[in-house]
């Protein structure tokens, strides 16, 4: 398993997997060029044997220097259950663009186990306090049906 930087030749891929994970939002190709192109440092993708097995995204809030926000954590069918997600989260935060970090934050929806656990995972992992609370009720989202967001934070560690 190679984990590095994504490229802007991986942004159709990594569109590609994003599809293939509900519940996830699909952003645009040109989304995730942006990504490759401006968030490198803090994200990466998963490959074996050429192969896409995972991605996550995440960048540091402009006014929220301490934080790392993560975006999209994605893990194909073919690799789930591994430990990958997991993986993938706590060799982002041992990047040299995170070591400013104390908080990890990120959404989840309330009917997603399999984040929830990934996440309570690494709370365990560092050793630090897991709080949730509501970021974006679901009314935000304008008629399209979603769920609400909710604000996983954990830290400081
Ligand atoms: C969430 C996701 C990234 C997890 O990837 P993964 O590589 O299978 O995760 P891990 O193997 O690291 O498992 C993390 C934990 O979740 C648990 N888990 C995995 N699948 C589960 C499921 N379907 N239901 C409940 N728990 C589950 C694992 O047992 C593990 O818990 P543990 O450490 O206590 O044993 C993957 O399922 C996925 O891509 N889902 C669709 C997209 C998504 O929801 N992304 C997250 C929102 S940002």
Redesign the pocket.
């Known amino acids: 398993m190679v984990l590095r930087s994504p490229e802007r030749s991986d942004a159709h891929a990594v569109h590609g997997l994003i599809q293939q994970?509900?519940?996830?939002d699909l952003n645009s190709v040109y989304t995730y060029l942006l990504l490759s192109e401006h968030f490198a440092d803090t994200c990466l993708v998963a490959l074996r044997g050429g192969q896409l097995d995972?991605f996550v995204s995440a960048y540091l809030p402009p006014q929220k220097t301490d934080v790392l926000f993560?975006w999209?954590?994605?893990?194909h069918q073919r690799?789930?259950?591994?430990?990958?997600?997991?993986?993938l989260l706590r060799s982002l935060l041992a990047r040299p663009a995170a070591r400013q970090a104390r908080y990890v934050e990120?959404t989840?929806g309330p009917d997603?186990?399999?984040?929830r656990?990934?996440f309570?995972?690494l709370a365990g992992h560092l050793n630090a306090p897991m709080h949730e609370s509501l970021l974006f009720d679901r009314s935000l989202f304008g008629p399209s049906a979603h769920e609400d967001e909710r604000l996983i934070r954990i830290g400081p560690f």
């Open positions: 994970c509900p519940p996830l995972g993560v999209q954590v994605a893990v690799a789930r259950g591994l430990g990958l997600g997991g993986h990120t989840v997603n186990a399999s984040s656990r990934m309570q995972g």
